[in-house]
């Protein structure tokens, strides 16, 4: 229930459309939600916001036609009364970041039961902000390891996995996604989604963009 006593009618934003009809599917089953709709596209979610009600917003990061972080950005902007929550498989501590920024006001990770999804939606519906517990100690780890002497990352650089340093460098040397995804024995989607992700947490848009923001933070050597 939201803080007026009502049940909150909640929009699924997710890729996948399976993803989207087994969530509506649990979500149907708690008397305390109100209607539950999803779509694939960010700009179908933003267009169906414009002439109905929505209370609460469960985003994923990677999406076709715009990214979670921007369509996040987009709905605190143009309807301020509408609360976002990530719902992700992302636990990486940029874009947790990227999407508290835009002004999510929760982040919860897909392998949470859905006794703790219930949770954030009460929370988000009442005002609050909630972090699942995961995503608690992922941002905990975070700050402690900060500081850490050994630690000779730029301050202004992002972090990446050593999933997407790997796929950066061959970006880097013009691998196509398809060789990529032969050489590292992994699928063209998985690339395609480190990719994506590779653009979202350094602000590039091109291809030579991404190459020198990366020689600038040395994320690949210099050739």
Sequence with gaps: ?????????????????????????????????????????????????????????????????????????????????????????????????????????????????????????????????FLSKEVQSIIMQNIYNYKDPINTVEPNAVTLTSRESEILALIAKEFTNEEIAARLFISERTVETHRKNIFTKTHTKTIVGLIRYAMDHHLIPDE
């Design 1 to 129: 229930m939201d803080q007026d006593g009502k049940k909150p009618d909640i929009l699924f934003v997710d890729d996948h459309q399976l993803i989207i009809d087994g969530l509506k599917s649990l979500l149907a089953e708690q008397e305390e939600i109100g209607r539950v709709v999803g779509f694939t596209s960010g700009l179908m979610a933003l267009k169906y916001l414009e002439d109905h009600h929505v209370d609460i917003v469960l985003a994923d990061i990677n999406m076709p036609d715009i990214s979670g972080i921007d369509l996040t950005r987009q709905i605190t902007s143009n309807f301020p009364e509408v609360k976002v929550i990530a719902l992700t498989m992302h636990d990486d501590s940029v874009l947790i970041s990227r999407m508290i920024e835009a002004g999510a006001s929760g982040y919860i990770l897909k392998s949470t039961p859905i006794s703790e999804l219930m949770d954030a939606i009460h929370a988000v519906a009442e005002g609050k902000k």
